[in-house]
């Protein structure tokens, strides 16, 4: 059985998208699911926020010979040859919760990727394009397998190149995390054409392998909705800097991502708004330095005073927009152990 694939992504960078994907991971760990991040960010932010940096230095130390799929990289450098994917060998974070970590590394697959969309069009042998093109997803579906995960959640880089061209075809879901600000806007509006040119070129690419050797992903790359991050509020209010952008992003979502014609639905009842998620401040780099969740920060960690409410305000809010998710992507519990 498959596992749903939810990918978050927005090419404007700096919306604090690796983050959100590190402590929804836990947080949906702690729900009961079996979970599967696979970093697919050459720059391997996820992987760093997970392991320590021992960890790091063992797994991408050129000096020491591969041992089998230990990053995605490795998993998938076969192909680069004359071989083929290689199984994950993931780290496990807690009893329901694994890794395939990231690999600077992964930038050089860039070009092949690039070589394999149009060659996936062709009339010669298409397993070895196809094989390329959707090695992302055989990954992340090897290492859902292994772990009878029921969830596979997937970082991706700011940008709208081939890597993230490949991990959207292999995504069943797309959640957009948005800052509130022209930049964001303006990516939203680009971001919603090219999922949709993605999905088209991707179906097309499928009808022309009439018999595939192999299972592929359906590129379905649903949009569920988008997550306000880092937002500022005073007397429960956007400060009036970002409150004009606030106000943009319900019609410029729906017209650009849902290709829907804007309305005039209230900005404050917005559907499509899973959550707004305050920025933690001092808690960030706290719970960076220990490798927590912000909700897994104690007393120990240096979280006292005000900040044992904001540990329990970021458990509350986190839960919530897991919940949230779950309801859009129709997850259920069937493997919770």
Not at 41 to 56: V, W
Not at 100 to 116: I, M, R, T, W, Y
Not at 232 to 245: D, F, G, I, T
Request: hydrophobic share 45%.
């Amino acid at each position: 059985m498959r596992a749903p694939v939810l990918t978050f992504f927005n090419n404007k960078g700096g919306v604090g998208k690796t983050s959100l994907v590190f402590h929804l991971a836990w947080m949906f760990s702690e729900m009961g699911h079996r979970v599967v991040a696979i970093d697919l960010d050459p720059q391997a932010n996820l992987t760093s926020a997970f392991l320590a940096e021992d960890t790091l230095e063992e797994l991408w130390d050129p000096q020491k010979p591969p041992k089998g799929g230990t990053t995605i990289f490795r998993c998938i450098q076969p192909l680069t040859k004359v071989g083929d994917i290689q199984a994950p060998i993931t780290r496990k974070i807690n009893s329901r919760l694994f890794v395939v970590p990231g690999d600077l590394a992964l930038a050089g697959f860039e070009d092949e990727l690039s070589s394999a969309w149009p060659a996936a069009m062709g009339s010669n042998n298409l397993y070895r394009p196809f094989r390329l093109l959707t090695s992302f997803w055989q990954v992340a579906q090897m290492a859902a397998s292994q772990h009878q995960a029921n969830l596979i959640l997937a970082d991706v880089g700011p940008n709208l190149g081939a890597i993230n061209r490949s991990a959207l075809i292999g995504s069943d879901h797309v959640v957009i995390p948005l800052a509130a600000d022209l930049f964001s806007l303006q990516g939203l509006r680009n971001l919603g054409p090219t999922l949709a040119n993605w999905r088209a070129d991707w179906r097309k690419r499928v009808e022309n392998w009439n018999q595939p050797d192999f299972a592929l992903p359906e590129g379905l790359m649903s949009p569920r909705g988008y997550i306000l991050m880092q937002h500022m509020e005073r007397l429960s209010r956007p400060v009036k800097a970002y409150k004009k952008w606030v106000d943009r992003i319900p019609d410029t979502y729906r017209e650009s991502v849902l290709g829907q014609v804007p309305g005039s639905l209230g900005k404050a009842n917005d559907g499509n708004c899973l959550a707004r998620l305050k920025h933690y401040r001092s808690l960030v780099p706290m719970a960076q330095e220990v490798r927590k969740p912000i909700f897994h920060l104690s007393s120990a960690d240096g979280a006292i005073g005000s900040h044992s409410q904001a540990v329990r305000d970021a458990w509350s809010d986190f839960k919530a927009l897991a919940v949230a998710i779950a309801e859009r992507i129709q997850l259920n519990n069937d493997n919770d152990l």
